[in-house]
């Protein structure tokens, strides 16, 4: 049998050995679940509903260990850990409170004896390959309101947070969720491409871009829904008339949040030539504040790198910033482990022929732009194949209002940034994806609307 080895990037130590899938268990638990999917359509909402809410109090009785196993393997400082469990619990009361009223039957005419109503149906079954550093987040944005709609759901989650992945289909299916409509699938990549060949009917993909882009080529002609949740560059404007030290504060924590590897993340920051070195100055004092050290302590802020090859990433860019003449302010190099760390590293007069102003960073390094007017902040922060959010800080609703709806992103923030919430759809513009989860689109978007036109005889 395969094993996938589990290791804790904050030490480097192995944590254990799991079961590991391989191509042809693939193909049997698919054709497990697709026998099994139509029984689960059967059951009635409200039971589905109940399923769901048990899975909410297992959650909620667990979460503790759940957010130490979730640290353990991605080094996510353990305050973190406990607020996705935490944002979680928000997530599904939303999906539960929403499921049944974005699913009804709706007429949408009737006149003359002629019926029109659109119905939603599942998909079927679906397929949903998740990433590992919001796992519990990304991966109950499909597989929630996927099994409340009567589909069945094979997730692969990442091989950085597999332990989490088991522990999600446990609770599932202790929560009554049959063990063939919810199906883990554990290992890497060669999993993930499996998993594609197989009969499915929808695929919803967390991660990065170059995976995305594999996965479309590899889904190509074939009929299946696709949807992919991709990287960003997501960027932030800083107007004159902003308050300098509440701006930096409150972007210093959205570059810096899970130690830079959000998608959301802000990875450029645009400052007014007015108040640039004010902000620059507070937001270099508000990063040195950040605590950066053991993931399992309470006052750690800046956990470990989860993936040892994004250390390469950020010595790169770092390197190519100080080559084309950008400003180091603040770290600037790997940490010695054992594990995996990253100084977090501070760099001003960056501009666009800068790698860290084109590429998605990941990690705790951010590039600050002076610019001197709106229209200059627009066309840079739209200066990139990316468009997940971008942001405006100013004290002025119209003007930044004005600003954000020039933006190419498929979420905009006036005075905040770094923020998901289940009541708003979910999707990037661009390189950043297809699709949405989240809000009662992200309910609808896991099933198939059927048609029906009734003439009375
Ligand atoms: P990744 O692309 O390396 O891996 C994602 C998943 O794809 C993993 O489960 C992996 O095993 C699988 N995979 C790898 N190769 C595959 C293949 N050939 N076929 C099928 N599956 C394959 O990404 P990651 O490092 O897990 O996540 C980080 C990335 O995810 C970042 O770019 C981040 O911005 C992005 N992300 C986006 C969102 C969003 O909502 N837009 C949310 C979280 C993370």
Known sequence: MNRLPVYNPASGALITKLPADDAASVAAKALRARAAQPGWAAVPLARRIACIQR??????????????VMTQETGKPIGMSRNELNGLLG?????????????????????????????????????????????????????????????????????YAAMTGLAIARLLHAAGVPSDVFVPLTGGGAVGAALLEQNIDGLFFTGSYATGAKIAQAIGPRRVKLQLELGGKDPTYVCDDANPQTAAASLADGAMYNTGQSCCSVERIYVHEAIYDAFVAAFVATVK????GDPMLDSTYIGAITRAPQLDVLDAQVADAKAKGATLLLGGQ????????????????????????????????????????????????????????????????????????????????????????????????????????????????????????????
């Open 91 to 159: 997530r599904i009361d939303f999906f539960l409170a929403e499921v049944a009223s974005s699913t009804a039957t709706q007429t949408v005419f009737s006149e003359g004896g002629m019926t029109e109503q659109i119905e939603h149906l599942p998909l079927g079954l679906v397929a949903n390959i998740s990433a590992w550093n919001y796992p519990w987040f990304v991966g109950a944005n499909v597989f929630v309101p996927a099994l409340l709609t009567g589909n069945a759901v094979l997730y692969k989650p990442s091989e």
């Open 334 to 457: 790997r940490l010695p482990g054992p594990g995996h760390w990253y100084a977090p590293t501070v760099f001003a007069g960056v501009n666009h022929g800068m790698e860290l102003m084109r590429e998605e960073s990941f990690g705790p390094l951010i590039g600050i732009q002076k610019v001197s007017d709106d229209a200059e902040a627009v066309r840079l922060m739209n200066d990139s194949r990316y468009g997940l959010t971008a942001g405006v800080y100013s004290p002025d609703e119209t003007r930044a209002r004005t600003l954000l709806a020039q933006l190419n992103a498929g979420s905009v923030y006036w005075n905040c940034c770094d923020r998901v919430s289940p009541r708003l759809p979910w999707s990037g513009y661009g390189d950043s994806g297809v699709g949405l989860t989240l809000s009662t689109y992200g309910i609808q978007t896991f099933t198939r609307p059927r048609a029906w036109h009734l003439r009375q005889p």
């Open 289 to 292: 504040t950040f605590p950066l």
């Open 55 to 68: 899975f909410r109090t297992g959650v909620v009785a667990e979460l503790p260990q759940l957010a130490a």
